[in-house]
């Protein structure tokens, strides 16, 4: 459905997109994630033919965005970081002037009247832009994006300055979205995108550093198990201890919140299991283990391994 190949835009000598390539297929909502700056808005600026690139291809169902780009764009909605809006403009005359700017074939009255009602912003229709909450302009937004019934839709951080409330009514109106449209839905926040994406491309300096099914990253994480243990004893011996033991990569403190009693985070190589020795040895020493779990690592912990640690790409 989109196809980005080689995909490279600089300005002056820094790359804000550097050689990226992916696909995403038809009815897919894919997750753009990353940090800001990152070059999540870049590529949808290209994608949208709203930014010529540097070097690289888009299509879009087919139809190059440079080669045919009234094709190309007739298949996208777009909502932009900051959307399009007119503040000075009544909801209802926005739309009927974006119904006009995009050519829109659809019966008018009745497609207008189809978007309000699936973006609940019927009750604002006759107010001005400029006088509506943030939740209801963002929505705005959306509606804007859905005229013509675009089979893709491509959003930037869409809940960007929003309250928890709004952001899960958004969230849902892009997850059922998503059932009838191939959707590119871009965040800096891992949660967002974990929780709506069937895929993840995760990008950093321009680079994609992963790209994964949201299913399989998380899989991919949780061989490398965390372990959280409670132990009686120094804690300084104590770290010591367990970063002697086979097959621990990493040993991090993690505080006490009762006395004498101190909590450490264990990373192990590959997965490895290490309880059974942990206990004996903090046993010979008499040092009592009084709690212990495992958590997988969560994307953030991947995330934030992937894009500050640098070692990209080792999924
Ligand atoms: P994101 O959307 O992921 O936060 P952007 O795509 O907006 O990132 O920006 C990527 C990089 O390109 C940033 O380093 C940004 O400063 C730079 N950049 C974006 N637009 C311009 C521009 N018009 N001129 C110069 N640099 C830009
Ligand atoms: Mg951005």
Redesign the pocket.
Known sequence: MIEVKNLTKT??A?K??DNISFEVHEGEILGFL??????????M?ILTGYLSATNGTVTINGHDILEEPNEAKANIGYLP?QPPLYPDMTVREYLNFMYDLKKCALPRQRHIAEICQVLKIEDVYGRLIKNLSKGYKQRVGFAQALIGNPPVLIL??PTVGLDPNQIIEIRTLIKMLGKHHTVIL?S?ILSEIEAVCDRIVI?NQ?KIVANDNTAELAANLSNDRRMIVSVAGPAKEVANLISGINGVEEVSYEGSREVGVHEFAIETVNGADIRRDLFTRLAQRNWPLLASGSRAMSLEDIFINLTIKGNGGQL
């Open positions: 300005y002056g820094h804000a997109v990353g940090p800001n700056g990152a070059g999540k808005s870049t590529t600026n970081e930037d951080e871009s800096h990008i321009g």
